[in-house]
């Protein structure tokens, strides 16, 4: 299968092909500015004769804005340039001493909100941003990254107030999570018309002054063509397909063809004009979808009886439009059901400044979060109002996945956390025991425990090393003590984890012996517990004087190879390479 994505208008400046114009009037607000052009690639000061030119030289050129000057002589200069806030550029305003980054215009449309943690994340500013739902933590209707129509302005705003506001949707869908007030209604359909609505649905549907309609990616079109099709011909048969239907083109998930058609100019073009990626099919694969209109000719021209069918119905799906043609193209539309997401998200090991920016970007866009108690109270100050916490306690695991998974499963936006890094000794595994190709997964890694450790031990390792768990809960001892037999031997650096608890106090013990008789006595061992948590604590010793004693459930052992050292109170293992002339 083949991709191919139109151009994305509004990346963030650190990600993509954004232009950004950056404009200054002084000698310092020219310094902050080349901080921002050092970072990133596709931004650069704009100059003119003056600096009231330089703005709207970059206003009408650039995608965003960054202005080292005064927030009244901004407006004053551009107020008579604004035009429609979904075409404007984004406008971020920093102060001549670079304290404030202020989203001013296009907080969401345009990206400004965004843009201003950006700027003051690199001149060590504060994003100031005014925008309602934000500064109330809520989801603004216009940045989920659907297409809405209809009453944003009002529905964002009863939102706010507390109002009641009926959800109602063809289906479950990965929403993040909404504020109670914000409440399930009746399937779409028959509408009542009294009170504020968010419809998410693909069918074109009357739309009132209370009235949002989210349009969810739930359609795919199916496209087949002769050679040279004009795109026109193209957009106005599927546009036509999908009017006669009901169906909104703003719902399109992507246009799918076989791939002997992945150059045709007429269906790139289409796609690109919709904003939709065009994905391509061997003949073979696609001949394997059955469909309602099979055609010997089309299987003689491009072997396979259907394209625009197929095509459609390629991942599954439910035809909505059977094809249709024009006197070069044919085309077919699908539904397909939504997906759920499921996040498996590591919070690091404790401390909030060890957790990466995309695992708090993940528990904000999620509607369930699935976690051990002690992890979740964690993030709760993270999570969104309306989020649904389902946690529980130690030795939960295999339920916490199951729930996790069925979340996602029944359509919605799941993020499961856990300690460390969520693939090493944590929910990973489990969770992924039980998903299907019905969800979608996003794995986010996280700081582990080892590595929290190794740092604050120093670099122990520098070097080959090895993870291994001492908890016989899920592995026979047997099989622990040949897998520390075999890291003893390879003189790997050992980081040993659950090393040790009150039923299992003479484990610890046996394993150092294993490795004290392949390596010399004072090879270093050290021990953290509570890596970068308050209560924190670092211990060194060797392989001689280690007292096992010291190590709890919350410690992580690091047992050094041969060539371990201790450098300045710290655990190095050399990585041994030298230099050669």
């Known amino acids: 299968m083949t991709t191919t994505a139109p151009h994305r208008h509004r990346d963030t400046p650190g990600t993509g092909p954004h232009r950004v114009g950056l404009v200054a009037a002084t000698a310092a607000g020219r310094r902050h500015a080349r901080t921002l052009a050092a970072a990133w690639p596709h931004a650069r000061l704009v100059e003119a ?88 933590d809520l989801p603004g209707l216009d940045t989920l990254g659907w297409p809405v129509e209809g009453a944003v302005a009002a529905v964002s705003r009863a939102i706010l107030d507390g109002e009641p506001v009926r959800l109602v949707a063809d289906a479950v869908w990965p929403l993040p999570a909404l504020p109670p007030n914000v409440h399930p209604g009746p399937p779409t359909g028959e509408h009542p018309q009294d009170g504020y609505r968010v419809l998410v649905t693909d069918r074109i549907v009357p739309v009132d002054d209370r009235t949002v309609v989210l349009r969810p990616p739930s359609l795919v079109a199916g496209v087949g063509s002769s050679r040279g099709v004009a795109a026109a011909e193209v957009d106005a048969l599927l546009h036509r397909a999908l009017a006669d239907a009901g169906l909104s083109p ?23 004009a919709l904003g939709v990626p065009l994905r391509t099919w061997p003949a073979a694969e696609l001949s394997a979808v059955d469909v309602p209109h099979p055609s010997e000719v089309v299987r003689a021209a491009v072997g396979t009886p259907s394209v625009a069918e197929a095509a459609a119905l390629r991942d599954g799906g439910t035809l909505l439009v059977p094809k249709t043609a024009s006197a070069m193209a044919t085309v077919a539309v699908a539904r397909h059901t939504p997906r759920g997401r499921l996040a498996i998200v590591g919070l690091g090991p404790g401390a909030a400044d060890l957790r990466t920016p995309r695992a708090v970007t993940e528990l904000r866009r999620a509607a369930v979060v699935v976690g051990l108690d002690q992890y979740v109270d964690q993030v709760r100050d993270l999570l969104r109002p309306g989020t649904r916490v389902l946690a529980s306690g130690l030795g939960a695991e295999e339920e916490r996945a199951r729930s996790a998974v069925a979340e996602a499963t029944a359509g919605h936006a799941v993020a499961l956390v856990g300690s460390g890094d969520a693939g090493v000794y944590a929910m990973a595994s489990p969770a992924l025991e039980y998903a299907d190709e019905r969800i979608d997964v996003v794995g986010v890694p996280g700081v582990t425990a080892a590595l929290a450790a190794a740092a604050l031990l120093g670099a122990p390792i520098g070097h080959d090393h090895v993870y291994l768990s001492l908890s016989d809960l899920h592995t026979p001892w047997a099989v622990i003590e040949r897998r520390v037999a075999a890291a003893a031997e390879a003189d790997l650096v050992a980081l040993l984890y659950n090393p040790r608890s009150r039923a299992r106090d003479w484990q610890l013990g046996a394993v150092l012996a294993t490795f004290a008789a392949h390596r010399p006595p004072q090879t270093p061992v050290g021990v953290v517990r509570n890596a970068s948590r308050p209560d924190e604590q670092v211990h060194l010793a060797t392989l001689a004087t280690f007292d096992p004693s010291v190590v709890d459930m919350y410690g992580l052992v690091v047992v050094g190879s041969s060539q371990t050292r201790l450098v300045g109170g710290r655990m190095v293992t050399p990585r041994g390479y030298r230099w050669r002339g």
């Open 49 to 136: 004769d003056g600096v009231a030119d330089a703005l709207r030289t970059a206003w009408t050129t650039c995608d965003a804005v960054v202005a080292f000057l005064a927030t009244g002589a901004v407006v004053r200069v551009l107020a008579p340039l604004l035009g429609d806030k979904r075409t404007d550029p984004a406008v971020v305003v920093v102060d001549e001493a670079a304290r404030h980054a202020v989203a001013l215009l296009g907080g969401h449309a345009g990206g400004a909100n965004p843009l201003a943690a950006e700027v003051a994340a690199l001149l060590d500013a504060r994003p100031v941003v005014t925008t309602a739902t934000d500064a109330v």
């Open 250 to 272: 703003a719902s399109l998930r992507c246009l799918a063809s076989v791939d002997v058609k992945a150059d045709e100019e007429g269906i790139r073009a289409t796609a690109d």
